[in-house]
């Protein structure tokens, strides 16, 4: 049998109905691993290899006994350090909530356990999914399996980089303004960022209200879509949870491609913030292999980049700093660096910049909605370039540099990034977007490129050694 | 890191904190200008003279006819 943490969950899965792979097997081969590899990687804010054990165990009866409750029962996962667990410390990655433990589990803690999953423990993330990488926070930032002296990316930096390193096969991140899809496209593996409201918030700590959306991080395509099907659905405890039908998106997956119409959003990366050139030869490649799938690819123009940069920063800082101002105005220093770089501005926004930002943003929407009226989903670069050495990541960057993920977030669109290639040995990445509510659409047209390439099954070497971070 | 910042961008900033309830260290203050400086350019990106009937994103919907349970 392959090396258990090689295993997909779409693999694994029906080895463990078939009674043919143990949940406890496969969760000792995983803490096995992250024993071995969590001092180079900084994954974990929260190990709980007792509980796993435990959770793995019953897993165990329960499928013997004829209850195997579906493809994640027995299944490891880890969580985001900003999703709920009850009796399990979540500190948002924060010396503010260091020792803060819920009494209620998040909606999606509650719908993945039901599931049957095994939970390993809570993962890094940057502090409140906002301020990282920082140096200057209890836990330090995670390591990128590919390189361990790069950036992981973030917010969701743990899940990222777990999910590559095969310390577990799917992870759950968030995404205000890229935050599953930039550790994704970093670490090489699949992000989904839903449509806001698909996934229900309830039990997360919050940065943004009006963009925040909880999504998985996998290694494939149809792992994505297996834990997202688990988590998908309303909630009426979340004001911002929508009633509407979920879909079965595995069994949308290999739809294939042939007669879609796929707008090409090249001028994100090459005009609005110009790429690396292995960007734009990588999505040049992309672009032709689903052409060669059979889809009608052509290239679109959207506002500005820094439009949508503008529009999604302003809300966003106003609401971060409205969640944080108890705290960050009577204790600024006990803060990291980067929060209150990124935080504190909102301080100084006025009442009016915030809604002048929320009427722009129903334009943006307008507008990217009529492009879509024409096409099935948007392709467009999800990073510039591969990962940037973590040491030189400055706070301001994330102001001076127009991320190409925070249209989707803006217009509300579902978006997955997947690896597309490689420079310098380190992963490149590609967003697939699509129609609110459309991820069945997103997740097939990824599938159908994921399965036309070799990029998602490359590793990273961290098992050959290397250095250890400082 | 940074260039001395405006004086009296410093100011108006320091008395918007403090309007916000923020006390902020000298430090501190001197990161708020820096990152003011990405703001304002910001700022100055998002559409302020538009129609009156252009209404946030986050207008309260009622709902439509059929969607009540």
Redesign the interface.
């Known amino acids: 049998m392959t090396d258990l943490h090689e295993l997909s969950i779409a693999e694994a899965a029906p080895l463990i109905e078939a009674r043919r792979l143990s949940p406890v097997e496969l969760t000792e081969a995983l803490l096995r691993r992250i024993e071995a590899l969590e001092g180079r990687l900084h994954c974990f804010i929260t190990r709980t290899p007792e509980l796993a054990l435990e959770r793995a165990r019953v897993a165990e009866v329960e499928i013997a006994r004829g209850g195997w409750r579906g493809p994640l029962h027995g299944i490891p996962i880890g969580l985001k350090d900003i999703y709920d667990t009850a009796g399990i410390r979540t500190t948002g990655h924060s010396r503010h909530a260091e020792h803060r433990i819920p009494k209620a589990d998040a909606a999606v803690t509650d719908r993945l356990a039901k599931a049957g999953t095994v939970l390993l423990g809570k993962l890094a993330t940057h502090e409140f999914a906002t301020g990282g990488p920082s140096f200057d926070l209890p836990w330090p930032p995670a390591r990128n399996p590919w390189d361990t002296e790069r950036f992981t990316g973030g917010s969701s930096s743990g899940s990222g980089a777990g999910v590559a390193a095969g310390l577990f096969a799917g992870a759950m991140g968030s995404d205000t303004g890229g935050s599953i899809r930039l550790p994704a496209a970093y670490c090489g593996v699949a992000g989904i960022k839903p449509t806001f409201g698909r996934v229900s918030r309830r039990g997360v700590i919050p940065l943004a209200w009006?963009f925040d959306s909880c999504g998985p991080l996998a290694r494939t395509v149809e792992d994505s879509a297996i834990l997202l099907q688990a988590i998908a659905g309303h909630d009426p405890a979340d004001p911002a949870s929508a009633d509407v039908a979920v879909p079965d998106f595995r069994a949308g997956l290999r739809g294939g491609v042939a007669g879609l119409r796929i707008g090409w959003v090249r001028h994100f990366y090459e005009q609005d913030r110009p790429a690396r050139p292995e960007v734009i030869a990588a999505m040049e490649e992309a672009a032709g292999v689903l052409r060669g799938l059979g889809a009608h690819v052509e290239e679109v123009r959207l506002p500005n980049l820094?439009?949508f940069?503008?529009?999604y920063?302003?809300i966003a800082?106003t609401e971060s700093f409205a969640v944080h101002?108890p705290a960050?105005?009577?204790h600024?220093?006990e803060f990291g660096?980067v929060t209150?770089?990124?935080v504190?501005?909102g301080?100084?926004?006025s009442a009016?910049?915030y809604?002048?930002?929320?009427?722009?943003?129903?334009?943006l929407?307008a507008d990217v909605l009529e492009v879509l009226r024409d096409h099935d989903a948007f392709i467009t670069a999800t990073t510039p370039g591969p990962a940037p050495k973590i040491e030189s990541m400055r706070?301001?960057a994330n102001?001076?540099d127009p991320p190409l993920t925070a249209p989707f977030n803006v217009a509300n669109c579902p978006a997955l990034s997947l690896c597309n290639g490689f420079a310098e040995g380190l992963p490149l990445a590609m967003q697939v977007a699509g129609r609110p509510f459309d991820e069945a659409l997103v997740l097939r047209v990824a599938y159908a490129y994921e399965q036309a390439t070799p990029w998602h099954t490359r590793r990273p070497g961290i098992d050959a050694g290397g250095a250890d971070p400082p | 890191m940074s260039e001395p910042h405006d004086p009296t961008l410093r100011a108006e900033?320091e008395q918007?904190?403090r309007l916000?309830?923020?006390?902020?260290?000298a430090q501190?203050l001197d990161?708020?200008c820096?990152?003011?400086v990405?703001?304002e350019a910001?700022?100055?990106?998002?559409?302020?003279d538009?129609p009156w009937q252009?209404?946030?994103?986050?207008t309260f919907r009622f709902p439509k006819r059929g969607d009540e349970r």
């Open positions: 009006s820094k439009a940069q503008a529009c920063r302003i800082m101002e960050m105005t009577r600024p220093a660096e209150r770089y990124r504190l501005p301080a100084v926004l009016a910049d809604v002048q930002a929320q009427r722009y943003q129903r334009q929407l706070p301001e102001f001076a | 900033l918007l904190a916000g309830d923020a006390t902020l260290s501190q990161q708020l820096e990152a003011y990405y703001l910001m700022l100055g990106r998002i559409p302020r538009r252009d209404e946030p994103m986050n």
